[in-house]
């Protein structure tokens, strides 16, 4: 199915998948006690572009995450984000939609956690408005944490499919599982 | 799901009764101004700027400082890290092993750390003055195509929604004995799951009924629109664009 947003079905799924990323980039679930913690956006990142394919992911990812740091204060941080969580939806979902398997899903996970630590290391330390290159190095160890928590977004993806088999029904590209 | 849902605070005013184009054009000449500027000064000035209309536009002092709040862990740790990762040249002013503190590098972690706090504020003044739904518009009439503003009014209308669900399903779990707050890490992860799960599956069954409402109000089948509220902009609007440019032109000579 093309991926058009003046269609109904792809509006509605692609908005909210959106709202989903935006409300689980908000759940902080602590780690460490200090500023250590990782939230369940990307997971939603993952389902969504393993469910819906890349361009749900690219703007569910992008978008989501974007509208979370502007209500969250960060409103500068948005295009960085908007950036990088919306590539590595892409990039998983492509992934994903050439290689409809279990081994897809982990490719799909790793790639889109490489994408997101060096995205943001990148970012930050290139552009000079989103905190420069020490902020940048601090964030790859939080980052990389986020990336490993998010990839559980190839086991939620399985057990949702399992769980709802009509997934694979509505959803543009899902893989057999 | 608590965390603040907006940084809108409401208030009868020319700022918050301003189009929501000024103001987004003034964001992005002022996240421009922080990006090209190589100069701390500029970026005390653009602040101060910022400082200034927000509170000329009657936006409550507490929501500013709220903003601050919200920085500050970014702050700090550009204020620390980036002057021992960079020292820079100069005598220095304590030395342990090979780390040093210089004035140079005190200074560049404070450039950075400004030119964040500045590019913070600007990037949030359309957020702490307009809503979103107006915002939505705005970037809507500035370009935007409709799908995607209807894109974004719908995830941020239905986040609350689904921030519902959420309260519902992790409430019920509770109940039957899940626990978020206790044990370790892979534990509290672990207890995350079956709350997740039981969401995503109820946003599927809830985007099925808003694909079936937008449908059934012909969503998608002209492209051709009307609009029931419209905006548009005043001379007041013009002028607020033609004075935000010209103060920003006006920095222009002053970034290196």
Known sequence: ?177 | MTAPLSFYSPADSWLHRLDPRPKLWFSLLGVLICVLTTRTVVLIGVLALTHAVLLAGRQPPRSLVRLWRAMLPILVMILVLQPLLAPGEGPDLWRVGPVRLTEAGLLTGLHYALRVAAGAFVASLPVMTTPVNTLVYGLHKAGLPYSWGMAIGLALRYLGTVGELYTTISEAQQARGLSFSRGGIVKRVRAAAPTLIALIIASLRLSDSLALGLAARGYGLKRQRTYWRNISMRPVDWLAVAVITLAFAGMLPFLR
Do not use: C
């Open chain 1, 1 to 177: 199915m093309k991926f058009d947003l003046d269609n109904p079905r792809t509006l509605a799924t692609t908005a909210v998948m959106t709202a989903l990323v935006l409300g689980l980039t908000l759940v902080r679930i602590a780690v460490t006690p200090i500023n250590g913690y990782v939230h369940l956006g990307d997971i939603a990142i993952f389902f969504t572009s393993f469910a819906f394919g890349p361009w749900a992911g690219l703007v569910a990812g992008g978008l989501g995450t974007g509208l979370a740091d502007v209500v969250s204060g960060y409103a500068i941080f948005a295009p960085l984000s908007l950036v990088v969580h919306g590539l590595q939806g892409l990039v998983a979902g492509w992934i994903v939609r050439r290689r409809p398997t279990s081994a897809g899903l982990v490719l799909g996970v790793l790639a889109g956690g490489v994408i997101l630590v060096a995205g943001y290391f990148i970012g930050e330390a290139v552009v000079p408005v989103f905190g420069g290159p020490a902020l940048a190095l601090s964030e790859v160890p939080f980052n990389a944490v986020q990336a490993a928590f998010g990839s559980l977004g190839a086991v939620v993806y399985a057990a949702v499919a399992r769980a709802y088999p009509r997934l694979r029904q509505t959803g543009t590209q899902s893989p057999p599982l």
